[in-house]
């Protein structure tokens, strides 16, 4: 009984939840990055009009969903909005293999939408979960293992694509029993999600439960999405928001200009690896218990800001050497080689960097799930929205350098607002105060400290 007891604690602890979120966004959104890496969804070069299709629709319904997507968490639950979320990945991998075997393109299209809308909720769910199970001082090493475990999913389908190349000399699509395993891996994520724990169980290391609050209705959902638009901390991170994916058009459409196949699958493969060190690195930084929390704070985006200059400098003067129509594409063997890819992979590190300060950043800002549930939907809308117009920038034509430019100086103006948000970082989050700034949340916390009652059927409680 004893060994029982002990064994439900370590599963319903928060690294064991934060893994296993891991390893749920590494068989579904991770599987994801990994079927686009292979290009055109791993179909022939023909049919990259329709996947950008499938991808349009997508990104357009997962940042209006995104916005409603914390509300969503709130009414139905994290361990069911994630379930729910996850289904929408097997789908779309599931509309590649009809289009495969079938050329039903109207499938893929319509995956696309409807993954659009899960994404919004799966990452809503993901946020709350990342961000507030954890204890205050390991927040950032939680969001470093997160990442490490969803970017293996990038890493995968760079090795696979590089195999593919190696074996074909760059051309012709994957088979259809590539999407088959990809169906599969999506479908055991889908399985993984049953497993998380709902927040009333997870306790932590110190003996503290998660914040959690009651099933709200309706009516105090919608209060909580407008607060979220009127919160001053949140208007000056819209910037970051927005910058966070907004460089993903330009970077791999250089990877796909300047290099030949095989190295791009080369580079994309140290792209991801390179996200994993960087997240690693910089979460043990922010946990370090010497300084303050507010010091992290400013150290962190201090670090974040030398760092993404300093690469950004250094790509706007290399796409200074080349355009859009270059028709040179270098080798690994190329003497060329060595600067472009060091670049590249500095891309991939800064993208890590970047993200995990903005997870960690806005896990400091409060503890509990119900908000950072709308702080999550509300960064993967703007994120997504940013995304959307920067590869319409990028489907427009628009000269790379000024698409280096753009990229550049929208990073840049995202740091001000970063600053003044980590210059108000608190030693530790109080809930009451939570409360304080979300009306939605009133009346509806249960102290970080206090574990719920399960005694009543009469009172529901959820994320």
Same mark, same amino acid.
């Given at each position: ?5 002990? *064994? ?66 709130? !009414? ?6 994630? !379930? ?7 789908? +779309? ?17 319509? &995956? ?19 961000? &507030? ?16 475990? *969803? ?15 190696? #074996? ?10 590539? +999407? ?14 049953? *497993?998380?724990?709902? @927040? ?20 105090? #959902? ?39 196949? !095989? ?24 946990? +370090? ?20 200059? &300093? ?29 472009? *890819? ?26 509990? @799930?119900?908000?950072?549930?709308? +702080?999550a939907g509300f960064y993967k809308a703007m994120q997504s929205a940013g995304a959307a117009i920067s590869f319409g920038i990028d489907s427009a034509g628009v000269r790379l350098r000024w698409a280096s430019l753009i990229s550049w100086i929208i990073v840049f103006i995202s740091f001000p607002g970063m600053f003044v948000v980590a210059n108000q970082i608190k030693q530790t989050s109080d809930p009451t105060e939570d409360a304080d700034n979300d009306t939605s949340l009133s009346d509806h916390v249960v102290s970080v400290n206090e574990k719920p009652t399960r005694h009543s059927t009469d009172e529901k409680y959820e994320v």
């Amino acid at each position: 009984m004893n060994f029982r007891n002990i *064994f439900f604690n370590k599963l319903a602890s928060p690294l064991f939840q934060v893994v296993l979120l891991g390893f749920v966004c590494l068989c579904c959104p991770g599987m994801f990055n990994a079927l686009n890496g292979l290009g055109a969804g791993g179909m022939m070069a023909s049919d990259i009009k329709l996947v950008n299709s499938a991808n349009s629709a997508l990104y357009a319904c997962f940042a209006v969903v995104g916005f409603f997507a914390g509300s969503v968490t709130n !009414t139905l639950g994290v361990k069911t909005t994630l !379930t729910a979320g996850s289904v929408g990945y097997a789908i +779309y991998s599931s509309s590649l293999w009809v289009y495969d075997r079938k050329q039903i393109s109207g499938y893929v299209i319509a &995956a696309g939408a409807i993954l659009g809308c899960c994404a919004g909720i799966f990452w809503s769910a993901h946020g709350a979960i990342m961000m &507030a199970y954890p204890e205050e001082k390991n927040k950032g090493k939680y969001v470093a293992i997160f990442w490490a475990l *969803f970017n293996i999913g990038g890493i995968l389908g760079s090795v696979i694509t590089l195999g593919i190349n190696l #074996e074909s000399g760059g051309s012709g699509g994957v088979s259809t029993g590539t +999407y088959t395993a990809f169906v599969v891996i999506m479908i055991i994520g889908v399985f993984f999600s049953l *497993f998380l724990a709902p @927040p009333s169980m997870v306790v932590r290391n110190d003996g503290s439960h998660v914040t959690v609050t009651k099933h709200a209705h309706w009516v105090q #959902e919608l209060k909580g999405v407008i607060h979220v638009w009127k919160e001053w901390r949140i208007i000056c991170l819209i910037p970051a928001f927005i910058a966070s994916n907004w460089f993903y058009a330009y970077q791999f459409h250089v990877n796909a200009v300047y290099f030949d196949a !095989t190295t791009r699958a080369l580079n994309g493969t140290m792209y991801w690896g390179m996200q994993i060190f960087g997240s690693l690195i910089l979460g043990f930084i922010l946990d +370090y218990q010497g300084l303050t929390r507010r010091f992290r704070a400013l150290l962190g985006a201090a670090i974040l800001f030398v760092v993404m200059m &300093a690469i950004w400098a250094g790509g706007f003067a290399f796409q200074l050497t080349f355009e859009n129509d270059y028709d040179d594409p270098i080798h690994w063997t190329d003497s060329r080689f060595g600067r472009p *890819f060091l670049l590249y992979i500095m891309y991939g590190l800064s993208d890590a960097l970047y993200q995990s300060y903005m997870y960690w950043l806005m896990g400091a800002m409060s503890n509990d @799930p119900a908000l950072l549930a709308r +702080y999550a939907g509300f960064y993967k809308a703007m994120q997504s929205a940013g995304a959307a117009i920067s590869f319409g920038i990028d489907s427009a034509g628009v000269r790379l350098r000024w698409a280096s430019l753009i990229s550049w100086i929208i990073v840049f103006i995202s740091f001000p607002g970063m600053f003044v948000v980590a210059n108000q970082i608190k030693q530790t989050s109080d809930p009451t105060e939570d409360a304080d700034n979300d009306t939605s949340l009133s009346d509806h916390v249960v102290s970080v400290n206090e574990k719920p009652t399960r005694h009543s059927t009469d009172e529901k409680y959820e994320v």
